[in-house]
């Protein structure tokens, strides 16, 4: 499984990134919102989703500038009548944040107005997602803090989420160990969070 691509753009369109990585190019399909994030820049560091279509046994991966608009997608393909294809125009319709807030607030007029959403499935979305997003998930831990171990944080972050912690408890977890122990590494951050979970 791929987790990100880190390279150079050699080619960008609203829809589509080749991140060259050693000399291999890596086709990926990208939402509008990831096209903006990376208008521009020379280089980039993108989050993978990876699909493989079960009829022809075809791959396709998504790439996403942020795990945060990542991790939303991965949500919207678990409704039911939602695809990767209708998943990604969505995001490229609306940000994570104001995505999060039409779910949230119940706004079906709003996720109606998404090309190829209908009435059923914009309902589908509220009903399926909404309370997925009141506990955390579709978005990616936020770091409590910024400090010279960013690394050790989102590694022990990740660690802990594929545990099946809920997001919110683990920032709370890491925040609490951070604020004793500000340099721990990534196996004192998981050791101590595990004791707070």
Do not use: C, H, W
């Amino acid at each position: 499984m791929i987790d990100y691509i880190n390279g150079k753009i050699a080619e960008l369109s609203p829809t589509f990134l080749v991140v060259d990585n050693s000399g291999i190019g890596y086709g990926v399909e990208i939402s509008l919102q990831t096209y903006q994030a990376l208008d521009g820049k020379e280089t980039a560091k993108v989050f993978i989703y990876q699909s493989i279509n079960q009829r022809d046994s075809t791959e396709v991966m998504y790439g996403f500038a942020s795990r945060d608009e990542r991790e939303l997608f991965k949500l919207i393909i678990g409704v039911s009548g939602i695809g990767a294809a209708s998943a990604r125009i969505i995001l490229s319709s609306m940000s994570p944040d104001e995505l999060r807030d039409a779910i949230l607030s119940e706004n079906i007029a709003r996720l109606k107005s998404i090309k190829g959403i209908g009435l059923k499935s914009a309902q589908r979305m509220v009903l399926e997602l909404k309370d997925k997003i009141v506990k955390g998930e579709g978005a990616a831990v936020q770091l409590p803090v910024k400090v010279d171990n960013n690394a050790d944080i989102e590694e022990a972050a990740s660690a802990l989420q594929m545990l099946g912690f809920s997001r919110p408890n683990i920032q709370k977890a890491i925040q609490a160990v951070l604020k004793d122990e500000p340099e721990a590494k990534v196996e004192k951050i998981i050791k101590e969070a595990l004791k707070r979970l």
